[in-house]
Nanobody, 125 residues
């Protein structure tokens, strides 16, 4: 059974940095994992995804600012966020899927079958 637990959220000023972590269990070498976010008045959107072989995909809005990575061997998922903007304010969720490990990394919600509970990120101007 796959379990995911996020941590590392908080409040920062614009231009600051945060690193989110997602502790995993039941995730091994073949996986697709990702980060999503949902603003208070918005829909859940994909931010970054990473496949077991290291292939990644980013939303255009975070390219060059966010970096997704996985720490072997415990498969902890990270999201390094730099130059944060107020529009990055949202609840951030990690997600995983064990069926699409061979597919190109995806930012679609329906590509992921397992979800964490979320961690809040607030960026003030």
């Amino acid at each position: 059974q796959v379990q995911l637990m996020e941590s590392g959220g908080g409040s920062v000023q614009a231009g600051g940095s945060l690193r989110l972590s997602c502790a995993t269990s039941g995730v091994y070498s073949r996986y697709l994992m990702g980060w999503f976010r949902q603003a208070l008045d918005g829909e859940r959107e994909g931010v970054a995804a990473i496949r077991g072989d290291g292939a990644t995909k980013y939303a255009d809005s975070v390219k060059g600012r966010f970096t997704v990575s996985v720490d072997d061997p415990d498969n902890t998922l990270y999201l390094e966020m730099n130059n944060l903007k107020p529009e990055d304010t949202a609840m951030y969720y990690c997600a995983a899927d064990l069926r699409r490990w061979f597919s190109p990394p995806s930012l679609a919600r329906d590509a992921f079958g397992y979800w964490g509970q979320g961690t809040q990120v607030t960026v003030s101007s």
